[in-house]
């Protein structure tokens, strides 16, 4: 179908339908015509929304499976050669079903200034599953809420506008909040930008306590991460540790949490089971009869099948490994992830290797983590203090592994307590990357004879801590894992190359982050940026764990997949006729926006102009003297010209001060020529409207008998019919003297004594009382009081001066 332009004249249209003939209306299937309309026929023009008015009426016709009839159309026009194509009018309502054919709409309008639009509109995919039936809805034990915004301050607006949604449904009683439908919500139907937030919680509460804290920029503790966007953030690598990562139950929970972790190791314990007699998930869930991780033939083999079954999990959210890096044994789950080994030649590898260590090396030696660079570390083995031990691994510019006869590696580590040096034993009880290595060279090399290394299929580039080069088809052969156990590992090496290549995301596929530390030194150390986290923590190997390392990867720019998270699509009563849950109708875009108009004051008139004398005054802009000696003096007032006023409020409304009262009238007095204020009564305030302005009036009547004048200020809102409202009446001396005042010798004055030490507690006290005093009209700098006198000094502040 098109939703047509429809000019309904005589050469507008035949061009549009003879165009539409000549391109969509050819080599049309019988009985499947073209189908026209246009809405200006139904509803007239509607000028420079006609396009979108297009837009939502074939969008509605979509959804509707309806086309609706074109009114007003009593014949097909003669200029228009109808038999040239399959284009047909919509003289009436025709059904337009989903169907085994995908249904487009094309909308053509002219928006403002000619421009023609041009929009080919198609249905979504029906949603598919395997049995025909769309799955009932998961219901995830920890849901994330994924907010952004272009700017901080938008992000936490749009956690607040998140949070007053969820508040008011709660309230309304209707069933409570939909969590898992909010997050499917926020992922489908919101764009991403740079300033992110991912809130994680098991319930509403604990999500509303999560947005809560995004509302206010403050940092989600335990319930999410908040972050931004880092300009060109790299590739990802999924790096994978050796020995050491691995806690008693690590794995138990998430084997029940998540579906690609329970899967990742029922195919690793199917692979194993050729080569062991045991149960990885008996071990992971601590089963009776389970063998202990303390033996390296167990715990080298699970942490395998544990890593494998993370960097599935990791892949089942959309984070595709760019490169992988392996250290020491943590290469063989690298080599499978990559590619580059079969699970069943893997499995060989970290089964076989790892008895052949438990018979034959184990009780021999130790292993110690020393915080130091690997030329520090070789000095000492040079020099002799660290003798006995060789260098290991080299994770970081300042993190490096000794090994050797467990003696040695004993001494070395007292030596390290002596000079403060940080060092920490690793648990295993044999020396890899060490000469004690040589002994089993035969004897691994003949177990892992038949290795068929795989030379085809898709790959991910494994970049070696062995070579130090990318590792090639058909080298990951039985004389590798020999290197690879006895050859010290050059992880930090490796992760400089990586760093150099563009890869600027790395995460540790482990249990617990045992590199983490190395990378973020090396990346630093290489002067670059990177992204750098774990998947599980000791004690925490939970699905929430593994949501808050994707979260660390989302806010800082990595396309997450959030789905899985989210449980699948439902065909209970929630759902629509076609099985698809209706989208929930959340806050739109907080946008923050920002005026650029400038608010140039109005232009002041010329007051001689009009008969009057201009006044150099901040209220009063002009006055006339009247023949009767009285004066007049005028003036408008508003929070549009007089802003500063808007710092003075009293119960919320915005009053022009007494003092300001008895200012204009001394200013009259003086225009008068008198001498000062005799006395002052004030009546109704004098207050200001949030918009538009009062008109002001300040009058001098004549001399009396007593030399007296009456003065008078008064004002009215800006309308024809206001009420003139007065607020001061008064008298001014015409000559003499008007009083003395208080004289004193010294400031502050003799005998007074300081009472206002805390001038914001001072203006506090006032607020409590209905007095808000804002920055214009907080000059108050110090009080003092001598019996019942009371003495202020009081400065005005410096940009208000000359208002």
Same mark, same amino acid.
């Given at each position: 179908?098109?939703?047509?332009?429809?000019?309904?004249?005589?050469?507008?249209?035949?061009?549009?339908?003879?165009?539409?003939?000549?391109?969509?209306?050819?080599?049309?299937?019988?009985?499947?015509?073209?189908?026209?309309?246009?809405?200006?026929?139904?509803?007239?023009?509607?000028?420079?929304?006609? +396009?979108?008015?297009?837009?939502?009426?074939?969008?509605?016709?979509?959804?509707?499976?309806?086309?609706?009839?074109?009114?007003?159309?009593?014949?097909?026009?003669?200029?228009?050669?109808? #038999?040239?194509?399959?284009?047909?009018?919509?003289?009436?309502?025709?059904?337009?079903?989903?169907?085994?054919?995908?249904?487009?709409?094309?909308?053509?309008?002219?928006?403002?200034?000619?421009?023609?639009?041009?929009?080919?509109?198609?249905?979504?995919?029906?949603?598919?599953?395997?049995?025909?039936?769309?799955?009932?809805?998961?219901?995830?034990?920890?849901?994330?809420?994924?907010?952004?915004?272009?700017?901080?301050?938008?992000?936490?607006?749009?956690?607040?506008?998140?949070?007053?949604?969820?508040?008011?449904?709660?309230?309304?009683?209707?069933?409570?909040?939909?969590?898992?439908?909010?997050?499917?919500?926020?992922?489908?139907?919101?764009?991403?930008?740079?300033?992110?937030?991912?809130?994680?919680?098991?319930?509403?509460?604990?999500?509303?306590?999560?947005?809560?804290?995004?509302?206010?920029?403050?940092?989600?503790?335990?319930?999410?991460?908040?972050?931004?966007?880092?300009?060109?953030?790299?590739?990802?690598? @999924?790096?994978?540790?050796?020995?050491?990562?691995?806690?008693?139950?690590?794995?138990?929970?998430?084997?029940?949490?998540?579906?690609?972790?329970?899967?990742?190791?029922?195919?690793?314990?199917?692979?194993?089971?050729?080569?062991?007699?045991?149960?990885?998930?008996?071990?992971?869930?601590?089963?009776?009869?389970?063998?202990?991780? #303390?033996?390296?033939?167990?715990?080298?083999?699970?942490?395998?099948?544990?890593?494998?079954?993370?960097?599935?999990?990791?892949?089942?959210?959309?984070?595709?490994?760019?490169?992988?890096?392996?250290?020491?044994? +943590?290469?063989?789950?690298?080599?499978?992830?990559?590619?580059?080994?079969?699970?069943?030649?893997?499995?060989?590898?970290?089964?076989?290797?790892?008895?052949?260590?438990?018979?034959?090396?184990?009780?021999?030696?130790?292993?110690?983590?020393?915080?130091?660079?690997?030329?520090?570390?070789?000095?000492?083995?040079?020099?002799?203090?660290?003798?006995?031990?060789?260098?290991?691994?080299?994770?970081?510019?300042?993190?490096?592994?000794?090994?050797?006869?467990?003696?040695?590696?004993?001494?070395?580590?007292?030596?390290?307590?002596?000079?403060?040096?940080?060092?920490?034993?690793?648990?295993?009880?044999?020396?890899?990357?060490?000469?004690?290595?040589?002994?089993?060279?035969?004897?691994?090399?003949?177990?892992? #004879?038949?290795?068929?290394?795989?030379?085809?299929?898709?790959?991910?580039?494994?970049?070696?801590?062995?070579?130090?080069?990318?590792?090639?088809?058909?080298?990951?052969?039985?004389?590798?894992?020999?290197?690879? @156990?006895?050859?010290?590992?050059?992880?930090?090496?490796?992760?400089?190359?990586?760093?150099?290549?563009?890869?600027?995301?790395?995460?540790?596929?482990?249990?617990?982050?045992?590199?983490?530390?190395?990378?973020?030194?090396?990346?630093?150390?290489?002067?670059?940026?990177?992204?750098?986290?774990?998947?599980?923590?000791?004690?925490?190997?939970?699905?929430?764990?593994?949501?808050?390392?994707?979260?660390?990867?989302?806010?800082?720019?990595?396309?997450?997949?959030?789905?899985?998270?989210?449980?699948?699509?439902?065909?209970?009563?929630?759902?629509?006729? #076609?099985?698809?849950?209706?989208?929930?109708?959340?806050?739109?875009?907080?946008?923050?926006?920002?005026?650029?108009?400038?608010?140039?004051?109005?232009?002041?008139?010329?007051?001689?102009?009009?008969?009057?004398?201009?006044?150099?005054?901040?209220?009063?802009?002009?006055?006339?003297? @009247?023949?009767?000696?009285?004066?007049?003096?005028?003036?408008?007032?508003?929070?549009?010209?007089?802003?500063?006023?808007?710092?003075?409020?009293?119960?919320?409304?915005?009053?022009?001060?007494?003092?300001?009262?008895?200012?204009?009238?001394?200013?009259?007095?003086?225009?008068?020529?008198?001498?000062?204020?005799?006395?002052?009564?004030?009546?109704?305030?004098?207050?200001?409207?949030?918009?538009?302005?009062?008109?002001?009036?300040?009058?001098?009547?004549?001399?009396?008998?007593?030399?007296?004048?009456?003065?008078?200020?008064?004002?009215?809102?800006?309308?024809?019919?206001?009420?003139?409202?007065?607020?001061?009446?008064?008298?001014?001396?015409?000559?003499?003297?008007?009083?003395?005042?208080?004289?004193?010798?010294?400031?502050?004055?003799?005998?007074?004594?300081?009472?206002?030490?805390?001038?914001?507690?001072?203006?506090?006290?006032?607020?409590?009382?209905?007095?808000?005093?804002?920055?214009?009209?907080?000059?108050?700098?110090?009080?003092?009081?001598?019996?019942?006198?009371?003495?202020?000094?009081?400065?005005?502040? +410096?940009?208000?001066?000359?208002?």
């Amino acid at each position: 179908a098109v939703e047509g332009h429809g000019t309904g004249t005589k050469l507008g249209d035949p061009i549009e339908v003879q165009a539409l003939l000549a391109t969509y209306g050819r080599e049309r299937e019988g009985g499947r015509p073209l189908w026209l309309g246009s809405l200006k026929s139904n509803i007239g023009h509607t000028q420079s929304a006609a +396009g979108v008015g297009g837009v939502i009426k074939m969008v509605m016709a979509l959804d509707q499976e309806v086309l609706p009839r074109t009114l007003h159309v009593d014949q097909p026009s003669s200029h228009v050669d109808w #038999d040239s194509g399959a284009v047909e009018l919509l003289a009436e309502a025709v059904a337009w079903p989903r169907g085994e054919r995908v249904r487009r709409a094309g909308v053509s309008s002219f928006g403002v200034s000619g421009t023609n639009a041009h929009v080919i509109i198609e249905e979504a995919p029906a949603e598919e599953s395997a049995g025909g039936d769309v799955a009932p809805v998961v219901m995830p034990g920890v849901v994330p809420w994924v907010v952004s915004g272009r700017s901080a301050g938008a992000l936490a607006a749009q956690a607040g506008r998140l949070l007053e949604y969820v508040r008011a449904a709660q309230a309304d009683g209707g069933g409570g909040v939909d969590v898992a439908g909010v997050g499917r919500a926020l992922v489908s139907s919101r764009a991403v930008f740079e300033h992110r937030a991912v809130v994680l919680g098991s319930d509403v509460g604990e999500l509303e306590v999560g947005l809560a804290a995004v509302a206010r920029g403050e940092a989600v503790v335990g319930g999410g991460v908040v972050g931004r966007v880092r300009s060109g953030v790299g590739r990802p690598v @999924l790096v994978f540790p050796g020995q050491g990562a691995q806690w008693v139950g690590m794995g138990a929970r998430l084997l029940d949490e998540s579906v690609a972790f329970a899967d990742g190791i029922a195919e690793c314990e199917r692979g194993l089971s050729r080569w062991v007699d045991w149960s990885v998930q008996a071990v992971l869930r601590q089963e009776v009869g389970a063998p202990s991780l #303390d033996r390296v033939d167990v715990v080298q083999p699970v942490s395998f099948a544990v890593m494998v079954a993370l960097a599935k999990v990791w892949r089942s959210f959309g984070v595709e490994p760019a490169a992988v890096v392996g250290h020491s044994q +943590g290469e063989v789950a690298a080599a499978y992830v990559a590619g580059l080994l079969s699970l069943e030649d893997a499995c060989k590898v970290v089964a076989l290797r790892s008895r052949l260590i438990g018979e034959r090396l184990a009780g021999q030696g130790g292993m110690l983590s020393v915080a130091l660079s690997e030329q520090e570390a070789m000095e000492r083995i040079e020099t002799g203090a660290w003798a006995g031990v060789e260098v290991a691994a080299v994770n970081g510019p300042g993190s490096v592994v000794v090994a050797g006869p467990a003696q040695a590696v004993e001494r070395v580590r007292g030596v390290c307590e002596e000079q403060e040096v940080r060092a920490r034993r690793i648990p295993v009880d044999y020396a890899s990357h060490t000469a004690q290595v040589d002994q089993i060279r035969a004897e691994l090399a003949q177990a892992l #004879d038949g290795l068929a290394p795989q030379r085809g299929g898709e790959r991910v580039p494994l970049l070696s801590t062995v070579t130090r080069q990318w590792a090639s088809p058909g080298e990951m052969d039985s004389e590798y894992w020999f290197r690879n @156990l006895r050859q010290p590992v050059r992880f930090a090496e490796a992760v400089d190359a990586l760093v150099a290549d563009g890869y600027g995301v790395f995460v540790e596929v482990s249990a617990h982050p045992v590199l983490t530390v190395g990378v973020e030194e090396a990346v630093e150390a290489a002067g670059g940026q990177a992204v750098v986290t774990g998947t599980l923590r000791r004690d925490q190997g939970t699905l929430r764990q593994v949501l808050t390392s994707l979260a660390q990867l989302h806010v800082h720019g990595v396309v997450v997949d959030w789905k899985p998270a989210l449980g699948a699509v439902a065909t209970d009563n929630s759902a629509g006729v #076609d099985g698809r849950v209706p989208m929930l109708d959340l806050p739109t875009y907080a946008f923050q926006r920002e005026r650029y108009w400038l608010d140039a004051p109005p232009a002041a008139t010329d007051a001689t102009g009009l008969g009057l004398e201009a006044l150099e005054h901040s209220l009063l802009g002009a006055a006339v003297p @009247l023949a009767d000696q009285g004066h007049v003096l005028t003036g408008r007032i508003s929070l549009e010209t007089h802003p500063w006023l808007a710092d003075h409020r009293v119960l919320g409304a915005v009053l022009v001060p007494s003092a300001a009262l008895a200012e204009l009238a001394l200013t009259a007095a003086h225009r008068a020529g008198c001498e000062g204020i005799q006395e002052l009564t004030l009546g109704d305030p004098l207050s200001l409207p949030e918009r538009g302005g009062v008109q002001l009036q300040v009058v001098v009547g004549e001399a009396g008998q007593d030399g007296l004048r009456s003065v008078y200020v008064q004002s009215r809102l800006e309308s024809a019919d206001a009420v003139w409202v007065r607020h001061a009446t008064g008298s001014l001396v015409a000559g003499g003297s008007v009083g003395s005042g208080v004289v004193l010798e010294q400031w502050p004055p003799v005998g007074a004594e300081s009472v206002v030490a805390d001038l914001d507690v001072f203006y506090e006290r006032f607020s409590e009382r209905g007095f808000d005093y804002g920055p214009a009209f907080r000059g108050l700098e110090a009080v003092w009081r001598r019996g019942e006198e009371v003495f202020a000094e009081v400065r005005l502040p +410096g940009e208000r001066v000359g208002e």
